[in-house]
């Protein structure tokens, strides 16, 4: 119950916020906009997968299973990494006035990281509730489900992995760019 008590209530607040301060808004949709949204999203996914594990009887069949690696990897990698992302980005675009761009970037982007980064972790989500155990490198006969979600989650991965290094290296040219002009 204190699982509930203690991370419900912090959820709910995140999540009512977010919705006020965007429910018919006109707010612009630039990259860090973007960003920040989806890393809410992955944040509040990953803390209820945690919370779905956290719960006794859920746990007794969750614990050891790939369940664990999902919800930590969405609220960080969907969540942590993205709001540091979003940061950064911010501050990239608003130091070397480019926020509005290029749209197209900005769209490609949102859908690799949305695609990647969600169909990464979705792959470990269905193989926890399939119960598939974590910590294996070669799965057994009778897991051989285990070899079709981790390839499905190495390919989404790639794509996840394409977004990031786009999206770092955009961080960075703009860095790089914005000491040059300073110097």
């Known amino acids: 119950m204190a699982s509930y008590f203690a991370s419900l209530p912090a959820a709910a607040v995140t999540v009512l916020s977010v919705i006020t301060l965007i429910y018919k808004r006109p707010i612009k949709w630039p990259l860090a906009n973007i960003l920040f949204l989806i890393g809410v999203v992955g944040w509040v996914i990953g803390g209820i997968g945690a919370l779905?594990?956290?719960?006794?009887?859920?746990?007794?069949?969750?614990h050891n299973t790939m369940w664990v690696p999902a919800h930590f990897h969405t609220y960080n990698a969907?969540?942590?990494?993205?709001?540091?992302?979003?940061?950064?980005?911010?501050?990239?675009?608003?130091?070397?006035?480019?926020?509005?761009?290029?749209?197209?970037?900005?769209?490609?982007?949102?859908?690799?990281?949305?695609?990647?980064?969600?169909?990464?972790?979705?792959?470990?989500?269905?193989?926890?509730?399939?119960?598939?155990?974590?910590?294996?490198?070669?799965?057994?006969?009778?897991?051989?489900s285990g070899a079709i979600y981790a390839t499905m989650g190495a390919f989404f991965a790639i794509i996840y992995l394409v977004a990031i290094v786009?999206?770092?290296?955009?961080?960075?040219?703009?860095?790089?760019?914005?000491l040059f002009a300073r110097s």
């Open 166 to 178: 786009w999206l770092t290296g955009d961080i960075l040219k703009k860095c790089i760019n914005l």
């Open 52 to 62: 779905i594990d956290s719960t006794i009887s859920n746990n007794m069949l969750l």
């Open 78 to 144: 969907m969540g942590n990494v993205l709001f540091c992302l979003t940061f950064f980005s911010w501050v990239s675009s608003r130091e070397f006035q480019s926020e509005n761009r290029d749209f197209r970037y900005q769209k490609w982007l949102s859908i690799l990281l949305l695609v990647g980064g969600f169909g990464f972790v979705l792959a470990f989500y269905l193989a926890g509730a399939d119960s598939i155990p974590r910590r294996f490198s070669n799965y057994p006969q009778e897991l051989n």
